[in-house]
């Protein structure tokens, strides 16, 4: 009993954990590092408005997040076509907040199936950090089925946008970190095991930003790029010990802020579970649906969410 529990605990946590992550981050995007502990000093953070912004409002990472998990949910299934089919009604209703690369492949006219190859074939950059941002929930629903399902399932779900594998092994590994953790692993533990089940061309690069002793200060990219992304998100997981010391930590890296703070309190959540989520966080916190009909979802709507994709 005590297990089932304290699984949907981690479940829920991941959930809820990465929109809090993205609210809390959402004023501080392309701001320089520290800019959290400048404004909190005392450590103690709360969600505010900022970068136009509402206070706990969730930006483009949780409304794509909710989009695929409805898409889980009312399908039963993964629903390829389905789930295109909600992101590109959702681009084109103008929501606050949309990758370039994400908008120009949604609103391309391209089918399902092609729209991201495409535009990576005419591009050759689609190795940002918009397929990871979305993927707690997807995490979730396909963490019963095994690490090589549920690294299929994140793949194939990233390829709806990101033609780059280099985004869809990224993707990937989020989705094995989260299964391991609400498992009751520690995700950490089992990096190389996870590196194994990565892209053979693609797995030396993971395993730079991955590795113990990486820092953010090393990466060689900004952080709106997957590696980097993925990387502050574990490296804010590893250095720290705790949900909100976590989060706070990734928020302070500056950059693509919100993000990878969804990313690291996607993982953070999956560890630490839904109570230790701070309630003055969780309390503010809403998500927008544009195109879908003026919806804004709670933190209640997130836990009901998350409940009816880990069973
Ligand atoms: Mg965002």
Redo the contacts with the bound molecule.
Sequence with gaps: MTDVTDRDGRAAGAVLGAAVG?AL??PY?FGPAGALSARFPAGRAELVAGGGWERGE??????MAVLVAESLIERGELDLPDIFDRFCRWAAAEPK?I?IQTESVLASGHPWDLAAGIHFDSTLRAAGNGSL?RAATSAVAFARAGREATMDAARRIAALTHGDRAAWEGTAIFHELVRLALDGADPLAELPAVLAAVHPDHRERYATVLAPDWHPDRATEANGAVWPCLGSAVWALRTTDGFERAVHAAVDLGG?T??VA?VAGGLAGARYGLAAIPPRWSEPLHVPLPGFGGRVLRARELLWIAERLAT
Excluded: F, S, Y
């Excluded at 969730?58 to 409304?63: E, G, K, P, S, Y």
């Design positions: 993205d981050g959402a995007e969730a930006t483009d990472d949780t409304q907040e990758g941002m693509d919100d993000t969804a």
